[in-house]
């Protein structure tokens, strides 16, 4: 029970790395609060982990400072931020428009910014906290994702700044950054490419060390791992969560 009593805030929490999320740490203890662009799918998540559900469009401020501030006037403390709202908009630069940039930048990095400053707050004034940003291993580079990759790329040298801004109120920033994991969003890509997400799983796994594709929750594992005690003097750093180097 490493988390008992702390409350944790995961966007994107009602589906996939999100809603695995969830589960960890209320396994482990935590109130849970589950935000997610619709109350459905985050009541889903929260409701057996006798959590809060929160609707809430993280790119939009007022949506995310009424949601923290909802956190705090309900449960009394925001421990840990786990920044895992995110979509896709995959095209070859030719063809991306300038909705697709647009969208993916603001959800994932303005976003997490919004979270983050939000969140801030509370943390700094109880001179305790975490926050956990999803990067991705496309980050270092992938076909099809000029705006995703930016994003995800932007999100290490958010995590590593603000590890610096915040450091010395006692919070831990970092990110972690997934390769392949089986959820909806990778299910969309091989719809998106005209293959069966069968065979997309297998030719994934054929090039993984590991000789596996991985699942939300060998991501939420290490997301716990960094919110953990364990984790106090880790700051400002990116763990791949892929299943090779
Ligand atoms: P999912 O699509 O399963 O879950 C993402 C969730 O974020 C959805 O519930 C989605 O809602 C929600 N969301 C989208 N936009 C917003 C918004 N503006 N405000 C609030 N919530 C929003 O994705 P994953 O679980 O796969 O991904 C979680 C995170 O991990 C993402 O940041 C992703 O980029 C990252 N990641 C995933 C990898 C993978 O292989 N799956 C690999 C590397 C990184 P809705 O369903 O309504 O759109």
Same mark, same amino acid.
């Given at each position: ?131 956990? =940003? *999803?990067? +991705?291993?496309? /980050?270092?580079?992938?076909? @099809? %994702? &000029?705006? $995703? ?75 716990? =791992? *960094?919110? +953990?005690?364990? /984790?106090?003097?880790?700051? @400002? %750093? &990116?763990? $791949? ?5």
């Amino acid at each position: 029970m490493k988390f008992k009593d702390q409350v944790v805030l995961i966007t994107g929490g009602g589906r996939g790395i999100g809603a695995a999320t969830a589960s960890r740490f209320a396994s482990e203890g935590a109130r849970v609060v589950v935000s997610d662009l619709d109350l459905s799918p985050a009541e889903e998540v929260a409701k057996p982990l006798q959590g809060l559900a929160i609707a809430c469009d993280v790119t939009d401020r007022v949506s995310v400072e009424a949601m923290v501030g909802r956190v705090v006037g309900e449960l009394g403390r925001l421990d840990a931020l786990i920044c895992c709202a995110g979509i896709i908009r995959d095209n070859l630069l030719f063809k991306m428009t300038d909705e697709d940039w647009d969208s993916v930048i603001d959800t994932h990095l303005k976003g997490t910014f919004l979270c983050a400053r939000a969140a801030q707050k509370p943390m700094v004034g109880r001179k305790s906290g975490k926050m956990v =940003f *999803l990067s +991705s291993t496309s /980050a270092l580079g992938n076909r @099809g %994702q &000029t705006n $995703y990759s930016t994003a995800k790329a932007g999100l290490q040298g958010m995590a590593r700044t603000l590890a610096i801004e915040l450091g010395p109120f006692n919070i831990n920033v970092n990110t972690v950054a997934p390769g392949f994991i089986e959820t909806r969003m990778t299910r969309a890509t091989a719809e998106r490419m005209g293959v069966d997400f069968e065979a997309f799983k297998v030719g994934a796994a054929s090039q993984i060390p590991l000789g596996r594709i991985g699942q939300p929750e060998d991501v939420a594992a290490v997301i716990a =791992f *960094l919110c +953990s005690e364990d /984790a106090s003097f880790i700051s @400002g %750093q &990116t763990i $791949y969560v892929r299943g090779g180097p």
